[in-house]
């Protein structure tokens, strides 16, 4: 008669205990099988003969007989989840693979529509090559989702997604995948200014809402924790922040809050993987003062698994629309405010509010574009240099936006070709400063060191 071990009740006690768990069963020919244990509901093995069978919560059943010498568990985490810093830090030096599958034409999503050419395996090895441990997948739903047929999402947009997603997995990187344009200006269907406006768009916008991050969640739902679901981009109602959101009583503040927590309640109730998974909250337009001021922290069912999202291209005449050349205390051509010390001043603020109290956060974009003369790309580098070091010293990942654009001046992010992933003008210099003010811990290097070695005035 054979001895039969159950030993589902140590698997149950392991997934209470711990996410991203990898039970290993070793064959006699001495391959592997790996099945992640939140996607398991039992395990039968019978010790005498080598039998094991693995009941999947999905109802698909594994039978091993007679070829099993080993059953074990392995922990694979993609994070150093000890405290806030260590989280952030995991994600470290960041990458947008921005105006990729965020991008849309006439409501329409499509990947190549603003002229990047499709990604593939070989930009995403060479991102890892280059030093970068998170991309951001920025990804615009709209125009692929059903609103006939409880808002389906195209089975080709979330395969090409999965792909994506993939490519980083592969290469060892963590991914961020998120609703981006589909909030934009509040001009499609994720719009928070009908929402303050109508309690009833508010209402179908809140089940779509829940419908789109179900599909997403449960399509993901066995992957591990190097995937961390983004719940929006920079939703405001058109006035990035500076409209009716500053005399409506904190109602915009509120929507957003309520739609944060219902997020996270759709994407936990999948279970398996997204129980534990890793998520990422915006506050008002991603604004770092907004965020400080206004952000309510969602409930959730497991702790220290969420992260506060904030954007920073300070000050935007500079590091954005290209008005001025030239940055911090040695230049001339200077915007009115933003310099170094505003920097500084912006990113305690938002330590004290976030880190100081054990709640990871990263900037899900930053950056400064491109110019078109040596002397103006040496402030360029400076800033980068400056900001992200400032980032890092704080306790943030810090993740740059990247357009692909090769042209300079307004919006030309790019820095990495999105289907080479070659660098773009003088990308490698970027990818080497980012790389430099992340990641040396030398001690002599330093935001006065940085501050010290500032480029001269000049056109």
Not at 47 to 57: E, H, Q, S
Not at 195 to 216: F, G, L, R, T
Not at 323 to 332: I, L, M, Q
């Amino acid at each position: 008669m054979n001895k039969y071990l159950l030993f589902a009740l140590g698997l149950n006690l392991a997934l209470s205990a711990t996410a991203q768990n990898k039970m290993q069963v070793t064959l006699s020919d001495g391959n592997i099988e790996e099945f992640n244990t939140s996607s398991i509901s039992n395990v039968q093995f019978y010790k005498d003969n080598n039998n094991c069978t693995i009941t999947l919560k999905n109802g698909t059943i594994k039978q091993y007989d007679g070829n099993v010498s080993h059953i074990g568990f392995k922990k694979q985490t993609a994070f150093d989840a000890t405290n806030a810093r260590t989280i952030s830090y995991s994600m470290g030096l960041g990458w947008n693979l921005g105006n990729q599958m965020d991008a849309q034409n006439n409501g329409v999503s499509c990947e190549t529509c603003w002229g990047n050419q499709e990604t593939n395996q070989q930009v995403f090895d060479k991102l890892k090559e280059y030093g970068f441990s998170t991309i951001r997948i920025p990804v615009t739903w709209m125009g692929h989702i059903d609103d006939n047929n409880n808002y389906k999402i195209e089975d080709a947009w979330m395969n090409r997604v999965d792909e994506i997603v993939t490519y980083a997995e592969k290469a060892g990187l963590k991914a961020i995948i998120n609703l981006h344009h589909d909030g934009a200006d509040s001009q499609y269907w994720l719009s928070i200014k009908q929402a303050a406006a109508d309690p009833n768009a508010k209402a179908k916008i809140e089940k779509k809402i829940a419908a789109v991050w179900k599909q997403i969640a449960e399509h993901f739902k066995e992957r591990g924790d190097f995937l961390i679901f983004e719940s929006f981009n920079e939703i405001h109602d058109g006035d990035w922040g500076y409209g009716a959101n500053l005399n409506d009583g904190g109602k915009q503040y509120g929507i957003l809050n309520e739609w944060n927590q219902l997020f996270v309640d759709v994407v936990r109730s999948t279970g398996y993987e997204n129980k534990y998974r890793y998520l990422g909250i915006p506050g008002y337009s991603t604004n770092p003062e907004h965020t400080k001021n206004y952000l309510v922290m969602p409930k959730d069912v497991v702790e220290n698994r969420i992260l506060v999202a904030v954007h920073c291209y300070d000050p935007y005449d500079y590091a954005t629309a290209c008005k001025f050349n030239e940055w911090g205390h040695t230049g001339k051509d200077l915007a009115e405010w933003g310099e170094e010390g505003s920097i500084d001043w912006t990113f305690n603020y938002l330590k004290e509010r976030f880190i100081d109290q054990n709640i990871p956060l990263y900037l899900g974009e930053y950056g400064a574009v491109h110019r078109d003369t040596e002397s103006r790309e040496r402030f360029r580098l400076y800033y980068l240099e400056y900001v992200t070091k400032s980032a890092r010293d704080h306790g943030f990942g810090a993740l740059y936006w990247d357009n692909g654009s090769t042209k300079s001046g307004m919006e030309a992010f790019g820095i990495i070709n999105h289907n080479t992933g070659n660098y773009i003008n003088n990308g490698k210099d970027v990818v080497d400063v980012l790389r430099k003010a992340y990641y040396n811990n030398d001690p002599n290097y330093n935001l006065q060191s940085i501050y010290n070695s500032a480029p001269p005035a000049g056109n």
